[in-house]
């Protein structure tokens, strides 16, 4: 399983559909202050489930909108897709059937956020287990944030566990002990 493809419209600063391509190995971002590259990685973790306004850099799930500039009316809807290549056929159960996964999560303002897996309606819960499931997601400690080393060496080891567990790809099970324990 391999991410090939981010594509966002409407996100952010990317209004006009924006494709980036991932290749093999490791992607590096790079560009000017302000050319939208933090943006980009924040697209990625919304697309997986992410739902906190602060991971966001916003006041509030909205705000993920294209807002307007100068030029250009803001926009009423932002959607990120995700596309995966599954040619090893990795992909956790119930998500494995084809050789290519398609993640799409849309916001339209006033409406709320919806997520489609291959052009049918997922629940968000699928979305966020299928990453789980798959040793990443939102808060995959893969996806680095500026200051999160030091936050790492100073955490408290619950909390280091919690990416110990989230790396060894049993973040989903203990996902679902919380809901069992809930029932
Ligand atoms: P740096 O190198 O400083 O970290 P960066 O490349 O990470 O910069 P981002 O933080 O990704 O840049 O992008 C910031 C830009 O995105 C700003 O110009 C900001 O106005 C714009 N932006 C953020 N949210 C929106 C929005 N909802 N609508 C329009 N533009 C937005
Ligand atoms: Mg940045």
């Not at 190995?25 to 050319?35: D, E, H, S």
């Not at 906190?52 to 030029?71: L, Q």
């Not at 893969?142 to 030091?150: D, M, T």
Request: with cysteine.
């Amino acid at each position: 399983m391999r991410f090939s493809k981010l594509r966002l419209t409407g996100f952010k600063s990317f209004v006009d559909p924006t494709d980036l391509l991932i290749g093999d190995g490791l992607t590096g971002v790079v560009g000017p202050n302000g050319c939208g590259k933090s943006n980009l990685l924040e697209a990625l973790r919304w697309v997986m489930g992410e739902n906190r306004p602060t991971a966001m850099r916003g006041g509030g799930m909205e705000d993920v909108i294209f807002a307007g500039a100068s030029t250009r009316p803001a926009r009423n809807f932002a959607e990120v897709s995700l596309h995966i290549d599954n040619a090893d056929r990795l992909a956790p159960t119930g998500f494995n059937d084809s050789d290519h996964l398609e993640i799409v999560r849309r916001i339209t303002r006033d409406v709320g956020s919806a997520y489609k897996v291959n052009g049918r309606d997922s629940r968000a819960r699928d979305v966020t287990m299928l990453f789980a499931d798959a040793s990443t997601g939102a808060h995959s400690p893969a996806l680095v944030r500026q200051g999160q080393i030091s936050e790492l060496i100073n955490a408290k080891p619950k909390n280091r566990r919690r990416v110990l567990e989230d790396a060894a790809g049993i973040a989903g099970l203990y996902q679902r002990r919380h809901e069992a324990e809930l029932k």
